[in-house]
């Protein structure tokens, strides 16, 4: 068997060596790993920021989205030197014992941090809710909403609205993103000290449920499919510490590869007023586009900062 065949390339001086580059990874739309990895670079300068510090998981498509895939939540051990992690502890049932483990989560820095990672054909990155300057503080609620067919992207909106409507009822301000896969999420950022993950989780479900009542052919906060039909799931369980959520700017493993992609609320609110659920939905080359004419959407997501209501 022939060894891969392998091109060296600089990335924020970093070396790194990359390999089968010519490997297709989208097969509907022949998209090869050269593709994926050059997203990647072209968008670190907007997504970095939004993953840094952050405990990362890998979801990895060797042979592309319609092959195997795994979630990896170890970093790597042949990461580059220059490649940090986090550690974290992890309590887990294995042959009928409670065992707990060490994982050492990988921490996202730079453009080169990106490209190697997507050179392991890592194409979906799930950030955890937190950073390690404070494992148990999340740093913002996520309302992940998940349509139930037929519902689709359409119904999401009109809950986000919903859910944007209440928030703004309590002064929260919030800003949503597709998830680049079928539903839509909802980041209300914090970004201050004392907030923990019961607090976050707390809040989500009771809006959700507040919700629920008020829209009951509409939301459900159930986790069970039976459920789901024609109505949108509103994932109050992301809210935990052991949970993450696809980043921001993350490429997806569809039939076309499509990101979780930032939106304008006069975006969503057009979506629902045309019944027009693809205009809702955008790939790699979309997205890079975007930020070119847009910046990063996303952005205030870092740096407000909010404070949940009491009790």
Known sequence: MSAARRTLVEVDGRELSLSNLDKVMYPEVG?????????????????????????????????????????????????????????????????????TELIHYCLIESGAHL????????LELHPGLQTEEDLGRPTYVVFDLDPGAPADEVTCAEVAVMIRSTLEDLDLQSWV????????????????????????????????????????????????????????????????????????????ARARPTVSTPLEWGEVEAAIEAGDASSLRFDAHQVLERVEQRGDLFEPVRTVSQRLPAG
């Open 177 to 252: 993103k597709t998830s680049g896969s079928k539903g839509l999420q909802l980041y209300v950022p914090l970004n201050r000290d004392g907030v923990t993950f019961d607090d976050t989780r707390d809040f989500a479900l009771a809006l959700g449920q507040l919700l629920e009542r008020t829209h009951p052919d509409l939301v459900t906060t159930n986790m069970a499919k039976e459920h789901r039909p024609g109505k949108v799931f509103v994932d109050w369980s992301q809210n935990t510490f052991s949970k993450t959520t696809v980043a921001v700017y993350s490429m997806r």
């Open 31 to 99: 998209f090869t790993k050269a593709e994926v990895i050059d997203y990647y670079r072209r968008i670190a300068p907007v997504m970095v920021p939004h993953l840094e510090g952050r405990p990362i998981t890998l979801v990895r498509f060797p042979d592309g989205v319609e092959g195997q895939h795994f979630f990896e939540k170890n970093c790597p051990s042949h990461r580059p030197p220059w490649f940090r992690t986090v550690d974290i502890e992890s309590t887990g049932r294995r042959s009928g014992r409670n065992r």
């Open 115 to 122: 490209v190697w990672t997507a050179n392991m054909a890592a």
